[in-house]
C-alpha cells in the first residue's frame, strides 16, 4: 500500500460534505500542470509508505466528524486492491465513498462500481476526446480510455451514483472557448447532463512549465457559460472563491 498524504479534515474536496482525504501513489499521465507530482511515482517516496492499518486507523479517528472519504492521487485506481479494501472499510464504518479519477482504467471503475462501493465518481477530462489532445496535455493517448469511462455513467445512475467531470484549465495551454465547446460536447454525447467543473489551474503549483497565470475568475465564468449552453450544471471552482454555479 502506497500512499503519500492524507488530509484529515476537508471542506472543498466533496462540495456540502466533511471529508477525509487520502491520495494514493501512481499515475500513468504526466500532465505538466499537476499539483500533485510528487505522487506520480512510486519510488519518489520520500518517507516510508503509509500501510493500510495506519490509515484505517486515521479513517476510524476522523469519523465522529466527516461524513466520507475521498481517494484521490496520482490515480487512486492504480492501487486498486488497497482502493477495495479502503472502500469497504470506510463504508463499514457508515461513511460515503468518493474517488477522483483521470478515467484510465475503465474496467477498475466498472469494478468498484458493480462492488458497490462507491458514492461519488469525479472524473478529470483533462482535453477534447482526441489522440492530439491528450498527448499534448497528458503525454499519454488516452481518450479512448477516457470515453469509455465516460459511458459508465449510466451505470451510475443505475447504482445511485453521484457523477461529476472536470477539466482544469490554463491560458493559451488548455480551455479555450473551442476546447471547452468540445469537451462539454462529447461529455454530452457519451456521459449525458451530468454535473461539469471547470478549475482554476494555479501555475505555481504546477510540475513543470505552464502559463504563468491564471485564468480570472470572470474568464472561468465566460468559459463556463459555453459549457452550460450543452450542460444544464456547470460550476467553476477558483483559489479565491471556492465552487459556484453558473
Known sequence: MTTKNIIPLSTVDWYGRAATVVF?????????Y??????????????????????ESEIERNSLFISAVVFTGGEAFCQLDALL????????????????????????????????????ICMDVKAPLTRDAYLRICGIDAAKHVSDSLGLCELCRENKIDFEVRTTVFPNFI?????????????????GDVRYIIQQGIPEHA??????RAYTRDELISLAKIARQLLSDVRIRTKESGEECV
Not at 103 to 109: C, K, L, S
Not at 175 to 191: F, H, N, T, V, Y
Open 34 to 55: 499537476c499539483q500533485n507530482h510528487a505522487l506520480l511515482e512510486m519510488g519518489q517516496l520520500s518517507s516510508e509508505p503509509a500501510d493500510i492499518e495506519e490509515i
Open 24 to 32: 494514493l501513489m501512481g499515475c500513468p499521465y504526466r500532465c505538466p
Open 207 to 212: 510540475w513543470k512549465d505552464v502559463p504563468e
Open 85 to 120: 479494501h479502503l472502500a469497504e472499510f470506510t463504508h463499514k464504518h457508515g461513511l460515503l465513498v468518493g474517488v477522483e479519477t483521470n478515467g484510465y482504467y475503465t474496467d477498475r471503475i466498472r469494478q468498484m462500481i458493480d462492488a458497490h462501493l462507491v458514492d461519488l
Open 175 to 191: 480551455g479555450s472557448p473551442q476546447e471547452i465547446r468540445l469537451i462539454a460536447e462529447a461529455i454530452l454525447e457519451i456521459a
